[in-house]
């Protein structure tokens, strides 16, 4: 049986962000990475293919190139824990051990959760940027409509990106002003939850943008089927009684945000909490009953919005956090929640919405560079430009520009 340090399982974004940034602090570390994905994807990107401003190319590379150098690489899926005897099952029935245990394994994206979907994805209008093969097709079908219905879903929460379904909105809804159709288009959005963003100091400037474009709201309706031959899909919602009805809508393009759970695996864990989540202290992001596991990124349980820019920050919080355990010295680093989502609102503007626990602001920048709370042309190019090269040569590598992580008091840890 082979023997690590640190193993950590998932090479997402969180897993080498996690990596890297313990190889910063100790560079002769033993890390293994389980993962069995050839290709990592920059996933904050696919909005902007699906609008095309960005190539499909621009968001991915081999999962070899990202892997820091001295991390042993495992091209195989985890299957299972055994955190009493600190291993890691694997998928081909073996073994490995560590002294800690970092879980990045992302989430799981349930196409098979809506009847028809699955089969109607990348036809019949049917399309998602939550997916590298589709977004193309998000773009192919909006310059492509010239009126018609585009209906575009978000599901229950918790969901990676909360903002992204609207994303796709909003910038379709651009295009079509640009060129002239968004009179002759219906544009609706069908939100299981019950508010545009949950987060209220940013609706307001998003509701301008609702009004602008046309855009019905539908809250709490949630979509339960799709027909793609017959472009067709159905919502459900439920009253205050209980009472459950059923609408079917035509679509001529039909943009979905697919239910997201914990990967199978996971939930079927003693790592998971009765939520299906990794069962991890909010601050620490230590496992509430293994002192030597830790968890970030979309599988954590907490209750951060599930970004890019949460593993970001994250990242070096389990770091520190892990290295402590290591050394048996007591924890001192916390995350405080923060998440961002750069909701694009029109090509060339975004409202850069920036958030921790419990919805309270922290924004990056002063208000008189950035407002948040206000669509910026400076946010769209920190959006197009800047956010990729800090993903790929700072996050991925190591570097931590503006994610020092809080301290905590030492009776806290």
């Not at 994905?37 to 070899?64: K, N």
């Amino acid at each position: 049986m082979r023997h690590f340090d640190v193993v950590i399982v998932g090479g997402g974004s969180s897993g080498i962000a996690c990596a890297a940034s313990l190889l910063r602090r100790r560079p002769r570390l033993g890390i293994c990475l389980i993962e069995p994905a050839t290709e990592h994807y920059y996933q904050p990107g696919w909005t902007l293919v699906g609008a095309g401003v960005f190539s499909p190319s621009h968001t991915v590379r081999p999962m070899r190139s990202v892997i820091p150098d001295g991390v042993a690489w495992e091209r195989q899926a985890a299957a299972g824990f055994d955190p009493d005897n600190d291993e890691v099952l694997l998928q081909d029935g073996s073994r490995m051990r560590y002294r800690a245990l970092v879980a990045a394994p992302g989430l799981k994206l349930d196409w098979q959760a809506i009847p028809g979907l699955a089969e109607a994805l990348g036809q019949h209008g049917v399309t998602s940027n939550y997916r590298y093969d589709l977004a193309p097709y998000t773009w192919k079908l909006v310059q492509g409509l010239r009126g018609g219905k585009a209906l575009f879903t978000q599901p229950p929460m918790p969901i990676k990106c909360a903002g992204a379904p609207q994303k796709a909105m909003y910038l379709s809804a651009d295009h079509w002003r640009r060129h002239g159709t968004l009179a002759q288009t219906r544009i609706e959005f069908h939100n299981a939850g019950g508010v545009l963003f949950g987060v209220p100091a940013y609706v307001p400037a998003l509701m301008e943008y609702v009004t602008r474009y046309g855009i019905g709201l539908n809250f709490g309706s949630t979509l339960v089927a799709v027909d793609g031959p017959g472009r067709t899909a159905t919502f459900a919602r439920t009253d205050g009684d209980g009472k459950r009805t059923e609408t079917v809508q035509p679509f001529d393009m039909l943009h979905v945000c697919p239910p997201q759970t914990a990967p199978d695996f996971i939930r079927a864990s003693p790592l998971a909490a009765a939520s299906g989540w990794i069962d991890v202290d909010p601050a620490t992001l230590r496992h509430a009953r293994w002192s030597n596991i830790f968890a970030l990124g979309d599988a954590a349980g907490t209750t951060n919005a599930k970004t890019a820019a949460a593993a970001r920050k994250q990242a070096p919080v389990v770091a520190e956090n892990v290295i402590a355990t290591l050394e048996k010295k007591p924890l001192s680093a916390a995350y405080d929640g923060y998440g961002s989502c750069p909701l694009t609102v029109e090509r060339g503007k975004i409202v850069l919405a920036e958030f921790g626990y419990g919805g309270k602001l922290l924004p990056s920048f002063p208000t008189w560079l950035i407002d948040g709370r206000r669509p910026s042309r400076l946010a769209w190019y920190l959006k197009s430009e800047a956010l990729p090269a800090i993903y790929w040569k700072g996050m991925l590598k190591g570097r931590e520009w503006l994610t020092a992580p809080r301290r905590l008091e030492p009776a806290q840890s």
